[in-house]
């Protein structure tokens, strides 16, 4: 069968796209579980409701500036435990130190405003590692303002109910949900996505995979260095880069403050 997928590019868009496709992988985040009920509601019967319930995780960050002789050469990590992996202390490519994240699970899946108290935890954690007072603040009239402060934030992790990864395919819909994927996506991205491939191409595919041909041979786009990138970023001053006929919004905070900042690999020298 075809699904036919009606979206916007906003909540505020009117204007609908559709789109024809074969198969669906469900790669929506900390909205997985929702995406897979929705489907599961249109097509009773051949996609079950999903298993798990999302379970956010907020990761709260502080960001320091350093000089080139006083940031940590390598991670220093707590031991962790069966929860977590605890608070790192690392540095960037852009001479910035960076003290997080902490995991906090909470029920909104939106939520990403800064706790001043989880701030001051982290400044704590900050000040035992490098035994000098860290501040906590970016408000000068504060008791704990630190003026080497360059930013916070907070990211989401997508938790679920359930300890492992959420990889269920639904074989006669042509739909599978990759849910659950926390930090070690990353270093499982590439076993992931052969899996996901090799799982839909049974339910989708009728010859053996063997026989198959590439309808289209993608080829790589050399990623210009960082300084051109740093440049261009400034000069459009809308928060994105030009890439290979493309623009792309620089979303990730620790990319941002560090090309703000022009240090580091950012500076140019």
Same mark, same amino acid.
């Given at each position: 069968?075809?699904?036919?997928?009606?979206?916007?590019?906003?909540?505020?868009?009117?204007?609908?796209?559709?789109?024809?496709?074969?198969?669906?992988?469900?790669?929506?985040?900390?909205?997985?579980?929702?995406?897979?009920?929705?489907?599961?509601?249109? #097509?009773?019967?051949?996609?079950?409701?999903?298993?798990?319930?999302?379970?956010?995780?907020?990761?709260?960050?502080?960001?320091?500036?350093?000089?080139?002789?006083?940031?940590?050469?390598?991670?220093?990590?707590?031991?962790?435990?069966?929860?977590?992996?605890?608070?790192?202390?690392?540095?960037?490519?852009?001479?910035?130190?960076?003290?997080?994240?902490?995991?906090?699970?909470?029920?909104?899946?939106?939520?990403?405003? #800064?706790?001043?108290?989880?701030?001051?935890?982290?400044?704590?954690?900050?000040?035992? #590692?490098?035994?000098?007072?860290?501040?906590?603040?970016?408000?000068?009239?504060?008791?704990?303002?630190?003026?080497?402060?360059?930013?916070?934030?907070?990211?989401?992790?997508?938790?679920?109910?359930?300890?492992?990864?959420?990889?269920?395919?639904?074989?006669?819909?042509?739909?599978?949900?990759?849910?659950?994927?926390?930090?070690?996506?990353?270093?499982?991205?590439?076993?992931?996505?052969?899996?996901?491939?090799?799982?839909?191409?049974?339910?989708?595919?009728?010859?053996?995979?063997?026989?198959?041909?590439? #309808?289209?041979?993608?080829?790589?786009?050399?990623?210009?260095?960082?300084?051109?990138?740093?440049?261009?970023?400034?000069?459009?001053?809308?928060?994105?880069?030009?890439?290979?006929?493309?623009?792309?919004?620089?979303?990730?905070?620790?990319?941002?403050?560090?090309?703000?900042?022009?240090?580091?690999?950012?500076?140019?020298?």
């Amino acid at each position: 069968g075809i699904w036919n997928l009606v979206t916007r590019r906003s909540e505020q868009d009117s204007d609908e796209v559709t789109f024809k496709t074969k198969s669906i992988i469900n790669a929506a985040g900390i909205n997985s579980d929702l995406m897979q009920k929705s489907a599961s509601s249109v #097509v009773k019967d051949i996609i079950q409701p999903p298993t798990f319930a999302a379970r956010p995780r907020r990761g709260q960050y502080i960001i320091y500036s350093a000089p080139q002789n006083e940031f940590p050469s390598r991670p220093i990590q707590p031991v962790p435990t069966d929860r977590t992996k605890g608070i790192f202390v690392y540095s960037t490519l852009y001479n910035q130190i960076v003290v997080g994240p902490t995991a906090k699970d909470q029920l909104s899946r939106t939520d990403d405003e #800064v706790e001043r108290s989880v701030a001051k935890e982290l400044a704590a954690h900050a000040t035992r #590692v490098f035994d000098r007072p860290m501040g906590s603040s970016r408000v000068p009239s504060d008791a704990d303002f630190d003026s080497r402060i360059v930013g916070e934030y907070v990211g989401i992790r997508p938790g679920t109910s359930k300890r492992d990864y959420q990889i269920q395919l639904h074989c006669h819909a042509n739909f599978i949900t990759v849910g659950g994927i926390r930090s070690t996506g990353l270093t499982a991205s590439l076993g992931i996505c052969r899996h996901v491939v090799q799982s839909l191409l049974c339910s989708i595919v009728s010859r053996p995979e063997e026989e198959l041909t590439p #309808v289209h041979q993608s080829t790589p786009t050399p990623l210009p260095d960082v300084e051109s990138l740093v440049e261009q970023y400034h000069h459009r001053g809308d928060g994105t880069i030009h890439v290979a006929g493309h623009d792309y919004r620089v979303t990730h905070p620790l990319t941002r403050m560090g090309w703000d900042a022009r240090t580091g690999l950012a500076s140019g020298k």
